[in-house]
């Protein structure tokens, strides 16, 4: 099979080269060429988690991010935030998130816990 580390940039343009050939191939998992795939694009994904890594977002964000996503209405926030004002002046900086409200927002919305307790 002989795959190597990817340890440099020309390394990386290489992988996604064969990893792109691989693609439209589109072998069978347990081929010869979807085994070499699947090794392939793992080692491009490690190295890319170490070289290009994405930041987590901030927390206020996230929380707005997840009420359009879901069509959520600051009504619907009472439930993980408190009352109204409360729930407005969380999304306008104005109120950190308590624990309490990390917790529920984790659990109700699914939002990572270590993307609010970021904030």
Do not use: C, W
Request: charged share 30%; net charge negative; glycine share 6%.
């Amino acid at each position: 099979m002989n795959i190597r580390p990817i340890r440099s940039e020309a390394d990386y343009q290489a992988a996604l080269k064969e990893i792109s050939v691989l693609v439209e191939m589109d072998p069978a998992l347990d081929s010869p060429e979807g085994e070499r795939l699947d090794i392939l694009a793992t080692l491009a994904q490690s190295y890319e988690a170490k070289h290009f890594p994405i930041d987590l977002p901030d927390p206020i964000e996230a929380i707005k991010f997840r009420m359009e996503q879901g069509g959520l209405t600051v009504a619907d926030m009472q439930v993980y935030l408190g009352k109204r004002n409360r729930v407005y002046e969380v999304l306008n900086r104005k109120r950190p998130l308590s624990l309490a409200m990390i917790r529920r927002l984790h659990e109700g919305l699914h939002i990572p816990a270590e993307v609010l307790i970021r904030g």
